[in-house]
């Protein structure tokens, strides 16, 4: 396969992405470049000073912030790099574009569970994320995926991480992108 590899983290708001993918970057044998929505949010990129103040409509720009980070992955990975991604992918439509984008990719898709009550308990304690938001991925995400691996977020991140490295490194073809792909192509799906 050209370019790069690729792990997607798919979870809940406050399933634990960023603190599972930094325990694997910490013990994986490639470079892996770590990269998310968060990333992005918290840099700066996005002018949520403006956002929150009103004077820009974050649901009117939505949408085209998320097609063009879905499109930044390809490139990145075309470009010859590994991505290890955390996502909360949200909605079937949002599947089916990943599933396109990145088939010409070796994609390891994982996901990240963890029980509703603990979500929220954890959304409370982070106090960035409207609440709310943890119990509505935690009821929708994971209804339309197929993994590779599966993991519970409340095991220790560096159990997971272990998991996930072995996962990663015994994975299988064809993987779940694949899977999902034929699965969609034999009911006539459109990608």
């Not at 406050?14 to 892996?32: C, H, M, N, W, Y």
């Not at 984008?101 to 954890?122: I, K, Q, T």
Request: hydrophobic share 45%; charged share 25%.
């Amino acid at each position: 396969m050209p370019g790069g590899k690729i792990i997607l983290i798919n979870g809940a708001s406050s399933a634990g992405k960023t603190t599972l993918a930094r325990a694997v970057l910490q013990q994986i044998d490639e470079p892996f470049w770590h990269f998310s929505i968060d990333h992005l949010r918290e840099s700066g990129v996005l002018p949520l000073d403006r956002i929150r103040a009103g004077d820009f409509a974050w649901p009117s720009m939505r949408a085209a912030f998320f097609q063009g980070f879905h499109n930044a992955l390809p490139a990145f990975a075309d470009a010859g790099n590994n991505l290890l991604v955390e996502h909360i992918v949200e909605t079937p439509a949002w599947m089916t574009t990943l599933l396109r984008l990145l088939a010409p990719f070796d994609v390891f898709f994982v996901g990240l569970h963890c029980p509703v009550a603990e979500l929220e308990r954890r959304e409370t304690l982070r106090g960035d994320r409207s609440v709310g938001e943890a119990r509505r991925d935690f009821e929708t995400i994971h209804a339309f995926a197929t993994y590779d691996l599966e993991l519970d977020s409340t095991q220790s991140p560096e159990s997971n991480g272990l998991a996930m490295l072995e996962g990663w490194r015994r994975r299988q073809h064809p993987s779940a992108f694949d899977r999902m792909r034929s699965a969609r192509a034999d009911f006539g799906a459109p990608l």
